[in-house]
């Protein structure tokens, strides 16, 4: 009898695991963030939501989910946690009242000075050269891509 017969196990070693790289990374990441975060009362993803409004505000619900790749019902919490804290408005839309809209308050909007000095620290504690986390960043944009398309496919009927 193998060792794997006796053990169980598959013969597949976690530590070797491209998935699990990106899992433990992802929780590491999420480890530096929550302190520079929490004097902010924000959460990660709460953060997201504001780095998009930031770059572009008064946003239907549904656009802001497009640029995080999540979907309406992981958002409205979020957005609604948001809203109780008065840095962001809902409303619905004027000329399709299906749609929300989010806009940040003037709270929200002086969130994003209080916030300035977060990407730097996120930088540093990365501890690469700005041209190795750029790189770094165009692969993991590829991966996720293919991911997603694959996600989208498999969910494709046979031969759609």
Not at 66 to 88: F, M, N, W, Y
Request: glycine residues 8%; contains cysteine; hydrophobic residues 40%.
């Amino acid at each position: 009898m193998t060792e794997q017969a006796k053990t169980g196990t598959s013969g597949i070693n976690v530590d070797t695991m491209l998935c699990f790289d990106l899992y433990s990374t992802h929780h590491a990441v999420g480890q530096i963030y929550t302190p520079l975060l929490a004097p902010l009362g924000l959460t990660y993803p709460q953060y997201l939501v504001l780095l998009v409004l930031w770059q572009t505000d008064d946003l239907i619900v549904g656009e802001i989910g497009d640029r995080l790749h999540l979907e309406s019902s992981t958002l409205t919490p979020l957005i609604k946690r948001l809203e109780a804290q008065g840095l962001v408005e809902r409303r619905r839309d004027a000329r399709d009242e299906r749609k929300v809209r989010v806009t940040l308050t003037p709270e929200g909007e002086a969130r994003q000075s209080a916030a300035s000095h977060i990407p730097d620290c996120i930088m540093a504690a990365f501890g690469l050269p700005l041209d190795e986390l750029v790189k770094l960043h165009d692969v993991l944009g590829k991966v996720r891509a293919s991911l997603l398309r694959q996600a989208a496919g498999a969910g494709a009927s046979p031969g759609a």
